[in-house]
């Protein structure tokens, strides 16, 4: 079945310096893929998507692209601030069934100033 | 505000004491969902709804029911819990189509002694 596979945590960085959390997945089809992100003590928030191959999903200076090829999403940001230290979750949507959003276990990460 | 909320927020109970989470949505979404968030393990789906009186099982959803009777709705029903039910829920809706964003509710943290 499909499945997500994330970097395991915890990610311990500095503020300012440049994130990368690897996610790559397993699916039969063409999935949507997603960064949800979940706040000490919150829900989920959606943080980026894409929908196709070569889609750039971006947002608050976080980016990931839909490499087809590679068949991963690997999230960046240039320069992490202490309000990134968050839970982020990688996951794919299956565009045939779309009954469930398949989530990798997650990647801590903690930023210092 | 566009939100899903859920109810109770924290709760501790005992083994076989039937219990029910609410979930309810503002945003007029046809689909709506049951996880189950545990270390290690990311979250799991338990139950889906696809619209009113439509249900189905996800991947865990031994000792759990759910119904749909109206569509701003989805209560997650317990009706004997067990500690292996101790975890975090989160309920969550979307709209139609596989590609919309999933909004979570805060979640519940549920304990079972």
């Known amino acids: 079945g499909d499945s997500v596979t994330q970097m395991e945590g915890p990610v311990t960085l500095s503020e300012e310096a440049f994130l990368t959390i690897n996610c790559t997945y397993t699916?039969?089809?063409?999935?949507?893929l997603f960064w949800y992100v979940q706040y000490p003590g919150e829900g989920l928030q959606l943080l980026l998507k894409a929908t196709k191959a070569d889609d750039k999903g971006s947002n608050k200076g976080f980016e990931a692209t839909y490499r087809k090829e590679t068949t991963s999403f690997h999230l960046e940001k240039g320069s992490v601030q202490v309000s990134d230290s968050a839970v982020y979750f990688c996951a794919l949507s299956d565009n045939q069934a779309g009954t469930a959003l398949i989530f990798g276990k997650g990647t801590t990460l903690s930023v210092s100033s | 505000e566009a939100q899903v909320t859920q109810n109770p927020r924290y709760l501790i109970t005992v083994t076989g004491k039937k219990l029910t989470v609410t979930c309810s949505q503002n945003m007029n979404h046809e689909y709506m969902s049951w996880y189950r968030q545990d270390p290690g393990l990311g979250l799991r789906q338990i139950y889906y709804?696809?619209?009113?009186?439509?249900?189905d099982k996800g991947d865990v959803p031994e000792g759990y029911k759910v119904s749909r009777k109206e569509k701003r709705n989805f209560p997650l029903i317990l009706e004997s819990p067990s500690p292996n039910q101790t975890s975090l829920y989160f309920c969550a809706s979307r709209l139609a189509g596989t590609q919309q964003e999933q909004y979570f509710g805060p979640g519940t943290r549920l304990t079972v002694t």
């Open positions: 709804s696809m619209n009113v009186e439509v249900t």
């Open positions: 699916a039969t089809g063409y999935p949507s």
